[in-house]
């Protein structure tokens, strides 16, 4: 049975969804498993990189197997400055995507690292333009403030090296993001197993995006299962405040006992 | 070579930095605790890379294709993209020994007309692919840049993605053709090693080594998005030329981080002239090639093409391949033509689209037809924020 915290909903761009796990579509062995993983996983939200998007499918075609109640988010993927990046968002926008998008300013072929402020100048335009925007960043807070200035619907600051798997290895500078924050904070890539992204809850992120540790796995459906389960006890977690940790079982007070000795 | 030396020398210098003795010998000397070594290691440099070359590291090929698959698999999933080559004339002014379209060979020569191209474009575009890649020979004066535009501007109507194998432009020709629609460069140095590509190439303005090895860094700093290299294995000692191919698209990779570097490993085929490889590249020889710079590089695109065998092929597709081509032609006009003339080399490979498809859906991978996405010409795209 369900807690009745796991039904808090996630509320972005003022829409209220009842999971807090984001998938992707990219890295499957074949696009038809997506309506399965979605069920597994119970994701409300789903991305997808508008380069890979054919228009004019005479083929198989990844938007066939997206559910027409999930929300799209189209992400710039191919980007590598803010004018390619608002260029794709108008492109996705004009042809049926919708409104939300996921900005990837991605300069860096090597690590596929995000730039910040090209993220930022991008997040700015496509606001006034009114869009939903959720921009990757890499986990640093004073960027996520300026993206949050400028209007951005969610931040999603990345656990590790995007495809690494390597969990939360940013965890300082989330912690940080999570604390000041104000919109949602979604954890977006690296988390490369269930307990991590249930880690990244119980630190208090109000949502994870996992795409590689899902389509790589041996069972990508039993895997997507398996991060919403720990998406939803990391929640429950979060909600229902952890006791403090003590490093030591000691009862006594050596420092401070004095005050309360019988003269 | 220190690294401060290495940060400011170009690449023609950085290759010459390895004197011809000293790859043999660092080859020769690797031993199996190095490999051991390396196969723990998490970033390898160019030495470790030419040391997952050496015959040390033949006995540990099965460790290093498993990695190599698990890094491609995390870092380009399960997804293969598919394009297909579209020769569009073999006139040629090089004299190149090993290649069927030199110009010493007495081959019927051909130009498609825009009209052609039109049809070859939705021939191929009736299959589902939509990356496609264009071929000339050297001949400027008849493919000219102006005859490229203007396929370009037909085949834009049909492909989202087009790149380009020709001859060696500079960097404002590059920008001009990246205006016109090119979004991709395949370029290849055939051999790194400069002896012998002096006596590769005899003739004609392919001989000139530095312009062509110095054309890849050009498309990258015109602005091309994706640039791929590679050596024709074969014409030289293959140790030495993959160690240079990696090298090549390691330095690429870190001075131009904003443009997609990918790799392509082409083995000599038999084809019209009559060339016989220098060097016996042998199938594990292609694996040790392909997972070393897998384990070395672990983000570069790596392209198989129907130069090799279907059963070879699909050997190969699980220890780091990302893209393959498919219903490949080297012949020009050869989809609308049935008697068009000699290819440029014989495929070995010769499934169609939907046999590809049938096979990597099979063998549980992707097969990617759209991977790009055209928005616009590069200038427009730099320039300027249009509201």
């Known amino acids: 049975m369900n807690s009745i915290h796991s039904m808090d909903s996630l509320t972005i ?7 807090r796990l984001l998938i992707g579509t990219g890295k499957y062995p074949a696009d038809d ?58 492109l996705a926008r004009a042809t049926g995507c919708g409104n939300w998008v996921k900005i990837e300013v991605i300069p860096d072929s090597k690590y596929l690292l995000p730039d910040g402020h090209e993220t930022v100048r991008a997040t700015e335009i496509l606001v006034k333009e009114g869009f939903v925007v959720l921009p990757y960043i890499n986990a640093d807070p004073i960027v996520a403030r300026q993206l949050e200035a400028a209007g951005a619907a969610a931040v999603m600051p990345l656990a590790a090296p995007i495809g690494t798997n390597r969990g939360l290895t940013t965890r300082e500078m989330l912690q940080i ?87 | 070579m220190s690294r401060s030396n290495a940060h400011t020398m170009d690449f023609y210098d950085r290759v010459a930095a390895f004197r011809d003795g000293d790859i043999p010998r660092q080859v020769e000397s690797a ?12 970033t390898l440099s160019a030495q470790d890379f030419l040391c997952l070359l050496s015959p040390a590291a033949t006995p540990h090929l099965e460790r290093m294709a498993q990695k190599a698959h698990a890094l491609t698999v ?161 014409l030289d000692d293959w140790r030495r030329d993959a160690f240079f191919t990696g090298l090549h698209a390691h330095y690429l990779q870190d001075r131009y981080p904003e443009t997609e570097i990918s790799i392509s490993l082409p083995r000599m085929r038999p084809h019209l002239g009559g060339y016989q490889p220098g060097c016996i590249v042998e199938d594990r020889h292609i694996v040790q090639t392909m997972t070393a710079l897998r384990l070395f590089m672990p983000r570069v695109g790596i392209t198989i093409s129907t130069r090799e065998s279907a059963r070879f092929r699909d050997r190969l597709l699980p220890l780091g391949v990302t893209r393959m081509s498919a219903g490949s032609c080297t012949a020009v006009g050869g989809r609308i033509d049935k008697t068009a003339g000699t290819g440029q080399f014989d495929i070995s490979d010769e499934r169609s689209v939907p046999q590809m498809v049938s096979m990597l859906t099979r063998a549980g991978w992707q097969p990617v037809f759209k991977d790009w996405q055209r928005i616009g010409g590069w200038t427009e795209r730099r320039h300027s924020i249009s509201q």
Request: aromatic fraction near 6%.
């Open chain 1, 13 to 19: 761009g003022g829409h209220a969804f009842d999971s």
């Open chain 1, 33 to 90: 498993m997506i309506p399965t993983i979605i069920a597994a996983s119970g994701s409300r939200i789903i991305t997808v990189a508008l380069r890979r998007v054919d228009f004019e499918a005479t083929t198989d075609n990844v938007m066939q197997h997206i559910p027409d109640d999930m929300q799209l988010l189209p992400n710039t993927s191919g980007a590598r400055n803010a004018q390619e990046a608002v260029r794709i968002a108008r």
């Open chain 1, 177 to 263: 993001i999570i604390d000041e924050i104000k919109v949602p904070v979604v954890v977006d890539a690296g988390l490369g197993k269930p307990s991590q992204a249930c880690e990244a809850m119980e630190m208090g992120a109000d949502a994870c995006l996992v795409n590689t540790a899902i389509a790589s796995a041996a069972d990508p459906v039993a895997m997507a299962g398996a991060f919403a389960a720990a998406i939803r006890a990391g929640r429950d977690a979060w909600c229902a405040g952890p006791g403090a940790i003590r490093t030591s079982a000691a009862a006594s007070s050596p420092l401070t006992g004095f005050l309360y000795e019988q003269e």
């Open chain 2, 31 to 42: 031993t199996d605790a190095d490999v051991q070594r390396l196969l723990g290691k998490h």
């Open chain 2, 74 to 234: 995390a870092h380009f999933g399960r997804t293969i993209v598919l394009y297909t080559p579209l020769y569009l004339s073999n006139f040629c002014s090089n004299h190149c020994l090993y290649c069927g379209f030199s110009r010493n060979n007495r081959i019927v020569r051909r130009q498609l007309t825009l009209k052609e191209v039109e049809t070859e474009a939705r021939t191929i575009a009736e299959t589902g692919l939509k990356h496609i890649l264009i071929l000339t020979g050297d001949a400027p004066d008849i493919a000219s840049l102006d005859y490229i535009e203007s396929c370009c501007e037909v085949l834009g109507r049909y492909f989202p993605a087009i790149g380009m194998e020709i001859y060696a432009l500079s960097q404002a020709d590059y920008g001009r053709l990246i205006e016109a629609g090119i979004d991709s460069l395949t370029i290849y140095q055939e051999t790194y090693n400069e002896t012998q590509y002096n006596r590769l190439h005899p003739k004609g303005p392919k001989r000139d080594y530095r312009f062509r090895l110095d054309a890849p860094e050009r498309a990258c700093r015109a602005g091309m998005r994706a640039v791929n290299v590679g050596a024709l294995l074969g």
